[in-house]
């Protein structure tokens, strides 16, 4: 990290502009994502921002970065590779509800239990929005969209609590209608050594108006100003149950005292698997061919 | 046993839990210590205890590929065994049981029956456990070997277990041999000396060591049968090669994180089994589009749907054809026995680098858990290694860096995530040089079709790069025999049986689908008297891409599907017949039933 200039928001924007609708709140997540790395000084060479498939997905394109836009639901799979394998990066993955709690629930699942030292940030609009709007894995009993024009008759999934109980070591929800709370808590994220999720309202002006900023300005409420301790787990899970009149955002939970993958895997004492020269020393020929005889 | 040359064949019986593996380990050893060839295969099912498993150990004091004809001794673990495979057992050959056990059916004149009373020669409580190695000291008679080398071997073997339990053992073992030397009949040979003793491997273990051999520097798996040795292999060894192994939730997210490995320019595989592959198909098209190399294995095993786990079948062609949607760039390759599954890994690797695209290797369960003898100076570890475009670090003339920018020969330099100056994004959608996407709001006819023929444009040439099959045995035969893949051994061997009894035959064996040698093998094929394709499946699945691809269509087929690998004689006989009767499709009958 050779840099020595002092990184703004712009050094991270790509020479593509976004396509989103206006209103969209993918902009606010863009804008507090571009602002943290800016504030933590990563360079965009050491920085990776991967994508599934999706509106939010579009996101790596507009970051001046190693961006990704890989398949639809595989955002957390690639992105883990390429931390694994160079550990020096930054790695953020990036996408929607649908990308990460449906198609790629299961990635979901396994990353925070392997805790490894990625940051997730999902813009939940709970709508599928790319494909005009059908119900979504956080979408309400009784959302009514294009594929359950009567009303959905299917509860939601809690991305909370979710994480919190697979053994992810950073959990917080945001709201991109506030950049610099959002801002930080992704600055957070990025800073954790394990896995984080930043689970962001990010409403769909299109295909979901009724969970858009009037629904949530009005109830959002930051833990922080209620005096949670993100280190107690039970009270992390009681908020994260809550949805109603109020919701909560900020840093559910959070905990130091669990090893991320890069810390406990042996093989990353010599450093990132990027980089090392490739091939056999003759001492490990030998011990392959003596194994064999 | 042929007179000329030393071939024999030894088949251990038993269930799952009896403890086959480590009688069978330790004469394979003591064979390929004194330079001797094998070829083995375990014939079993899928469970941990009970159940049916058949190994058999061929050795020879030439190559061998395969598991051969004939079985020359037998050793019966229950009774079971001896019910199932006696009637295999022509004159000449011997069978070995506990007699305190297992009671031996009719046999046919001249088979040796060598009933060991194990609880007399070793008055144990434990007769189930030692009976193996009571059996293994009598087969040190039978064979000719010197008692002091199993002695040596059992030492070896227990000696972290403490001195007691080798004692035990090479007690027990020397009761066997001693009781075989006062009751039973040695065979009438002399054991050659090989020359210099040979390694063993399986080729599961052939992949992982030509893998590592390559750089591979990431490998992720699923566990799936007949796949997991690779798995095994890596995560045994990856500490001191300093080699990332993960085991992932699923094999969707195997192959995509693969992917992302392979972008920050490590070498990165994995390996999984038909169904696991089918869930990786999507990946291999992703890899392909945003040109990142990456290589698949996919060990074959019966199908479809989850099938036989532990049979072995090549019904996987079409769906390696077939895996991803779109035209795109890759290759797929089926090595034709353990070696060359070494030798596919370094030039595999060397190739997706150059080309920036997926790999695909097919192989099957024969290979990948048979086990084989390798002289281990043909092990070439420091295989030639070729990158091919990568920016590893900056060039810092703050050119613009255009990741797939428009060249002459398709291929765009690739930079890694990590060297400044080069920032990009790799997309799965359509995409220009400058990564703007195609798909969405820019959608663009000319750009997609300039982008398409970029990507094509690297592989135009590529079949220079690559060995164009030719013909092995005389030329001008009677007939042409077409494989793929792991029969090229057990071909070879019944094309040189049938050239014995007069019939003239030669082979084609095919290593490489994609890209696919179609005008050379037209050419050898057009001009063959009788082609006959011999394959490992029910619906000819390599006859109909040879057909798709040069229009050339077989004379007849000898087709096997029913989980169990092609004895030579089973190739020999087909080809008999078709040759006698004009038949034009041939199914043997596996008479090994497992």
Redesign the interface.
């Known amino acids: 990290m050779t840099t020595t200039v002092e990184l703004t928001a712009k050094d991270y924007k790509s020479k593509f502009e976004p396509d989103w609708c206006p209103g969209c709140g993918d902009f606010g997540v863009l804008n507090s994502l571009q602002r943290a790395v800016a504030e933590l000084g990563i360079p965009p060479h050491m920085l990776a921002v991967v994508s599934g498939i999706g509106c939010s997905s579009n996101l790596p394109g507009y970051v001046n970065a190693y961006s990704m836009h890989t398949l639809h639901g595989r955002s957390l799979a690639v992105a883990s590779g390429v931390k694994m394998a160079n550990h020096e990066l930054t790695v953020i993955a990036t996408g929607g509800d649908g990308d990460g709690y449906g198609i790629g629930g299961n990635h979901f699942t396994h990353m925070a239990r392997r805790n490894v030292d990625l940051t997730y940030v999902v813009m939940n609009n709970q709508i599928y929005g790319l494909t005009t709007g059908q119900v979504s894995p956080t979408s309400r009993v009784g959302a009514k969209t294009k594929s359950t024009p009567f009303g959905s008759v299917e509860y939601p999934l809690n991305p909370i609590a979710s994480a919190i109980i697979n053994g992810a070591t950073y959990v917080a929800r945001g709201y991109s209608g506030d950049i610099k709370g959002l801002t930080e808590l992704i600055k957070g994220g990025i800073e954790h050594k394990g896995f984080s999720l930043i689970d962001v309202f990010s409403p769909c002006v299109t295909f979901n108006p009724d969970y858009s900023h009037p629904f949530f300005k009005s109830r959002v409420t930051k833990l922080e100003e209620e005096g949670h301790d993100p280190s107690n787990w039970q009270k992390a899970l009681e908020h994260s149950m809550i949805y109603g009149d109020k919701i909560y955002t900020g840093k559910f939970f959070e905990i130091d005292t669990k090893e991320s993958l890069s810390e406990l895997e042996p093989v990353l004492k010599d450093g990132p698997m990027a980089g090392r020269a490739l091939g056999l020393t003759n001492e490990q020929a030998e011990r392959i061919i003596k194994r064999m005889m | 046993m042929s007179s000329t040359q030393f071939d024999f064949a030894l088949s251990i019986g038993g269930e799952a839990g009896q403890g086959i593996a480590t009688p069978g380990d330790i004469v394979a050893r003591l064979f ?2 004194r330079g001797l060839h094998l070829s083995t295969y375990n014939a079993y099912q899928s469970i941990v205890r009970g159940g049916h498993i058949f190994l058999t150990i061929r050795v020879t004091d030439r190559e061998v590929g395969n598991h051969g004809d004939d079985i020359d001794l037998l050793l019966a673990l229950n009774q079971d065994t001896m019910d199932r495979h006696l009637n295999l057992l022509k004159a000449g050959a011997a069978v070995l049981y506990n007699s305190d056990a297992i009671t031996p059916g009719q046999a046919a004149n001249g088979v040796q029956l060598c009933g060991l009373p194990v609880n007399e020669l070793t008055g144990s409580q434990r007769a189930g456990l030692t009976q193996n190695t009571v059996a293994v000291g009598a087969m040190m008679h039978l064979l000719g070997f010197d008692f002091s080398l199993l002695q040596e071997s059992l030492t070896q073997q227990f000696s972290r277990k403490g001195d007691e339990v080798v004692t035990q053992n090479v007690t027990v073992a020397r009761a066997g041999y001693d009781y075989a030397v006062k009751n039973f009949k040695p065979f009438p040979f002399t054991l050659p000396e090989g020359g210099k ?1 040979l ?3 399986s080729g599961n ?1 052939a992949l992982a ?1 030509g893998g ?4 591979l ?2 490998y ?1 798996a699923y566990p799936m049968s007949p796949s997991t040795g690779v798995l095994h292999w890596y995560a045994a ?10 085991q ?3 094999e ?17 595989m994995c390996a999984t089994s038909g169904g696991g592959f089918a869930l990786m198909t ?2 291999i098209g ?1 890899a392909a589009m ?1 040109e990142i190399p990456v290589v698949y294995i996919d060990v074959m095993r019966g199908g479809p749907s989850t099938g036989l786990p532990t049979k072995t079948e090549q019904a996987d062609l079409w769906q390696a054809l077939g895996a991803s949607q779109g035209d795109f760039e890759r290759f797929i390759v089926t090595p034709t026995d353990a070696l060359d599954a070494f030798n596919t890994m370094p030039e595999i690797f060397n190739l997706t680098d150059r080309y920036q695209c997926p790999a695909m290797v097919l192989t099957d369960l024969y290979i990948s858990e048979g086990r084989f003898s ?1 002289d ?1 100076d043909t ?1 070439d ?3 030639k ?1 070729d ?1 091919g475009a990568l920016i ?1 670090t900056s060039s810092g003339n703050g050119a613009p860096y255009n990741r797939y920018k428009i060249t002459d020969s398709g291929i765009s330099p690739r930079a ?14 359509e995409h220009d040089e ?4 195609l798909s ?2 820019f959608t663009n006819p000319i750009k997609r079709r300039a982008m398409l023929e970029k990507r094509a444009r690297k592989i135009a040439h590529v079949l220079d790069d690559i060995a164009a099959p030719a013909l092995e045995g005389p030329a001008g035969a009677d007939v042409t025999l077409v494989g793929w893949g792991s029969t090229k051994p057990v071909i070879a061997e019944a094309a040189a049986a049938l050239n014995a009894a007069g019939v003239k035959t030669n082979q084609l064996a095919i290593k490489w689908i994609v890209p696919f040698h179609a005008d050379e093998i037209d050419q050898i094929l057009r001009s063959a008297k009788k082609v006959i394709i011999v394959e490992n499946n029910y619906s000819g699945q390599f006859a109909r891409y040879l057909r798709s691809e040069t229009g050339f269509k077989a004379a007849a087929h000898i087709r096997k599907y029913d989980g169990e690998p092609f004895m030579p004689h089973h190739i020999v006989e087909g080809v008999q017949a078709i040759v006698k009767d004009g038949i034009e499709r041939y199914v043997p009958t596996q008479e090994i039933i497992v």
């Open positions: 390929a210590r003793p390694a063993m491997w273990e060591i590592a051999a390559a750089g520097k990431f992720a060894n990856a500490r001191n090669l300093g080699i990332m192994v993960r992932v939730e699923d969707i997210g195997v192959a995509n994180m693969v992917i992302g490995a392979a972008h920050t320019g490590v070498r990165s999507e990946a992703a945003m390798v281990p092990i570890l420091h295989p290694i990158r590893t890694v995530p990590g060297v400044e100056g080069h920032m990009h994004i790799v997309a799965t959608d400058d990564s703007m996407l969405d709001e």
